[in-house]
């Protein structure tokens, strides 16, 4: 299964330059990521390729405005731009809308459909230096007033509420990758001289870029 060439023409031209005016956490890199994975869980459960291609390519478009409704915000981006009528039907639109509200790793729903799940489990980018990192990042682009201890409090905080034992994280494919790289983050989160060597590590990195 190939995602229509057409469509894929009009995403990579028109939709993802969007994502270069978001935070590094939220960049060009990270959407092409989650498309990626998308794609794979795609082919694995049968499920529309062309539908999973473009909900992961507006996942975040809500970043454009406030991050804490950006899930709602992207899908009615996604559901407003009536030049996907070429590719979809009214209720595929539905439906990728939906997926995109859903997408959230704090959302208190399961997903309501399988592109909901495919398009939530691909953002987990659960792999440890991809999480640290974006986490890192996200508090260097949105709270660059902080100095360097006050970054690893946010940083741990951040870490510990959403990936470690008991944090609102939720899978909902089972035995996809993400389930071993979670454990991995997990240990991390657990040893405090871990997690303090992995920022230190990062930051080091990423503080002036």
């Known amino acids: 299964m190939e995602v229509n060439l057409e ?29 990626a994975s998308s794609l794979v869980l795609a082919r ?14 507006y996942h975040d478009l809500g970043m454009s405005g406030p991050r ?21 039907s009214p209720e595929q639109v539905k439906i990728m809308r ?12 399961e997903p309501r459909s399988i592109y909901g799940k495919i398009v939530a489990e691909a953002d987990r980018d659960l792999q ?16 660059s007033e902080l100095g360097e201890e006050e970054q690893y409090t946010r940083f741990r905080n951040h870490v510990s509420e959403k990936y470690g034992n008991g944090g609102y994280l939720r899978l ?3 035995n996809s990758p993400n389930e071993q ?28 870029q």
């Open 128 to 143: 440890p230096d991809i999480v640290f990192t974006r986490a890192i990042q996200f508090g260097l682009g949105h709270y």
């Open 98 to 109: 939906e997926a995109v509200e859903d997408h959230r790793a704090s959302a208190s729903h």
């Open 181 to 208: 790289y979670l454990k991995e983050v997990r240990e991390i989160i657990n040893d405090k001289t871990k997690l303090r060597g992995v920022f230190d590590k990062h930051y080091a990195k990423l503080k002036d």
């Open 44 to 57: 694995k459960l049968g499920a529309d390729i062309d539908m999973v291609y473009a909900i992961a390519a």
């Open 7 to 35: 469509l894929m023409s009009f995403i990579e031209t028109i939709i993802l330059p969007k994502y270069n005016d978001f935070d590094p956490a939220h960049s060009l890199v990270h959407v092409q990521r989650v498309i």
């Open 172 to 174: 909902w494919i089972p």
């Open 68 to 88: 804490a409704i950006h899930h709602v915000t992207g899908g009615k981006i996604l559901a407003a731009d009536k030049r996907l009528a070429k590719w979809f």
